[in-house]
């Protein structure tokens, strides 16, 4: 089962918005409804944004948001702050043999 | 407040056993499913599996003739066995609550795999 792909690198000045791709296949991403996004700062373990597609945990700021088209997974980041400059998993399920895979991660820069 | 803690060996010799223990706190491991990812230094995150409190497991295909995850309800930990190891399982290795998503998560340990 492969890494599911997203862009190596986005980058927005603050206060603008910057969006993630997460793109799979109809055996992963476009097959189930179980999408989760997840920050990671340099040291540290990461931090669920997102779970099942679009769903915020408490705490997380309305700023993130999530979304699915097709094979095409997405994280939202509106209104950049500084403290938003983090890599950025998906992750997705991928059916009862392979279960769980991430994608290749994205490094958000604010500029 | 859920906090969760790995502890093992940070080195560990090609070929032999790489043991991880997650001890958890503030939460019932009697309960909800309880996870090992891992993370190569530099690389991305790769799920390894899951416990569910009744003991059934799932593993990632990739890894699922090297590992074992198992409960010890009586201590609130959940241990993670990976057999052997080559230089390739070099990597921080976190514990995490949940099946499908992680909310929760230990700091990491790194354990290299090295002579």
């Known amino acids: 089962q492969s890494a599911l792909t997203q862009p190596r690198s986005v980058s927005g000045s603050p206060g603008q918005s910057v969006t993630i791709s997460c793109t799979g296949t109809?055996?992963?991403?476009?097959?189930?409804?179980?999408v989760s996004w997840y920050q990671q700062h340099p040291g540290k373990a990461p931090k669920l944004m997102i779970y099942?597609?679009?769903n915020r945990p408490s705490g997380v700021p309305d700023r993130f948001s999530g979304s699915k088209s097709g094979n095409t997974a997405s994280l939202t980041i509106s209104g950049l702050q500084a403290e938003d400059e983090a890599d950025y998993y998906c992750?997705?399920?991928?059916?009862?043999?392979?279960?769980?895979?991430f994608g290749t991660g994205t490094k958000v820069t604010v500029l | 407040q859920v906090q969760l803690q790995e502890s093992g060996p940070g080195l560990v010799k090609p070929s032999e056993t790489l043991s991880l223990t997650c001890t958890v706190s503030?939460?019932?491991?009697?309960?909800?499913?309880w996870s090992w990812i891992r993370q190569p230094p530099g690389k991305g995150l790769e799920w390894i599996g899951y416990i569910y409190y009744s003991g059934s497991t799932n593993y990632n295909p990739s890894l699922k003739s090297r590992v074992t995850i198992s409960l010890d309800t009586s201590r609130n930990q959940f241990s993670l066995k990976l057999n052997s190891v080559a230089a390739a399982d070099t990597a921080v290795y976190y514990c995490a609550k949940g099946g499908g998503w992680w909310n929760y998560w230990g700091q990491g340990t790194l354990v290299t795999v090295s002579s």
């Open positions: 992750c997705s399920y991928a059916g009862s043999y392979t279960s769980y895979v």
């Open positions: 099942d597609v679009s």
């Open positions: 503030g939460d019932s491991i009697s309960s909800y499913y």
């Open positions: 109809s055996s992963d991403v476009g097959g189930y409804n179980y």
